[in-house]
């Protein structure tokens, strides 16, 4: 599902479809992130919490409602059915307090704490997302009244911000060290986790309220903190050797430059809002360059996970997705979407999807090699 919204996305993004920017990214943040942190969030919690599964009817249930409620929301709003898109909004805002429900459980019954203060941060995330998706609703429908501006920008804080970034945040001292098979860092302990995860949580509300009040400052001091914080993530992540590095490629540079990215515009978004300057260009190379880049590195770790077979047969695909093109592709489609390139920007997604399609068919479709395994 994931996969398919992101292919989605960048083809409406490089054909031009919809009203500007608004239906690819709507499709990758709402139908691509938010199917792989409906899933990914669950995976992990289960398997490092060493608890109970939910019921497989239950995350069925979730995983429909995100997917289904995307879809109604983007057709919705393209052809102007108010009904179909506060429908399929509402589909995804119930499928995140379902989401929410389920971690909340999984963290009651885990055998060990030590990835508990993920779980919190997914909780505290998944929260803010509902209720910036309820904002989201409001304006589509045209209920946000005199203040539409404003809780647009709520809007967008709390689900990039809050949502997506808390999401990514409280994972990565677990993830960016499974990636390249090492422990992880000794500095990224329980209490510095929690810490750094209430930090980006404050930070996410101080930029909302900024909003809200139409205080330039204050949105940059919460977009300066929240930089401030994912550097402390960044600090929280293994020392990588060299031969870990190597032996994970292209996976691990993509995503240590989507985190980059991540904390490079987030300042930028700060500067924009201090001198209330357009700031969509920033926004759009924060989606690409960081979101987009560690989701598909992520990706790149989990696809040969997720299809098993064996160490012969994992060890194929992890060969599969070490893709330099995607990694220069998605740098590049960052690049020209900051400066406004847009032919550039449509030539570099096209690029970057169809290296996606290749890997991901690589990896669906047997081979040779996967018959003798």
């Known amino acids: ?92 805002v119930v499928a995140m307090l ?33 209720v910036g998706m ?41 993830f960016a060290a499974t990636q390249v098979r090492s422990k992880m860092s000794p500095r990224a302990t329980p209490a510095l986790m929690r810490a750094t995860s209430a930090v980006l949580a404050a930070a996410t509300g101080v930029t909302a309220v900024g909003h809200l009040a139409a205080e330039p400052i204050i949105v940059a001091s919460g977009l300066v903190v929240y930089a401030l914080g994912l550097v402390a993530v960044g600090a929280m992540l293994p020392i990588y050797a060299r031969k870990r590095v190597s032996w994970a490629g292209p996976r691990v540079v993509q995503l240590v430059a989507g985190i980059a990215w991540w904390i490079a515009m987030t300042g930028a978004l700060a500067v924009t809002s201090r001198r209330e300057t357009d700031d969509r260009a920033v926004l759009q190379a924060l989606v690409i360059g960081g979101f987009a880049q560690i989701l598909v590195a992520s990706l790149a770790y ?55 399609a290749i890997c991901a068919g690589r990896l669906v479709l047997p081979t040779r090699q996967d018959q003798h395994v």
Do not use: K
Request: proline share 3%; hydrophobic share 60%; aromatic share 6%.
């Open 134 to 174: 309820t904002i989201g609703i409001l304006l589509g429908a045209g209920r946000a009244g005199s203040n539409a501006l404003e809780l647009r920008e709520v809007h967008l804080t709390l689900n990039v911000f809050g949502l997506i970034g808390l999401v990514i945040a409280g994972t990565l001292p677990f």
């Open 1 to 92: 599902m994931t996969a398919a919204f992101v292919a989605s996305a960048v083809i409406a993004g490089a054909a031009g479809i919809g009203d500007g920017w608004w239906l690819p990214l709507h499709l990758f943040v709402v139908g691509a992130l938010l199917t792989a942190i409906s899933a990914v969030t669950q995976m992990l919690a289960v398997t490092w919490s060493a608890a109970p599964a939910p019921r497989p009817d239950v995350v069925a249930t979730q995983r429909g409602l995100v997917a289904a409620g995307t879809i109604a929301l983007v057709v919705g709003r393209e052809t102007g059915r108010t009904r179909l898109f506060v429908a399929g909004g509402a589909a995804v």
């Open 302 to 356: 989990l696809g040969p996970v997720l299809r098993g077979g064996g160490h012969r047969r994992l060890s194929a695909g992890f060969a599969i997705t070490r893709s330099w093109t995607s990694l220069a592709a998605g740098n590049a489609a960052a690049l020209a979407a900051l400066t406004g390139s847009g032919r550039a920007l449509a030539f570099a997604l096209a690029v970057w999807l169809a290296d996606i």
């Open 98 to 130: 379902c989401l929410a429900a389920i971690l909340i459980r999984i963290r009651r019954d885990a055998v060990t704490a030590r990835f508990a203060p993920a779980i919190e941060a997914y909780v505290s995330a998944v929260l803010a997302g509902a």
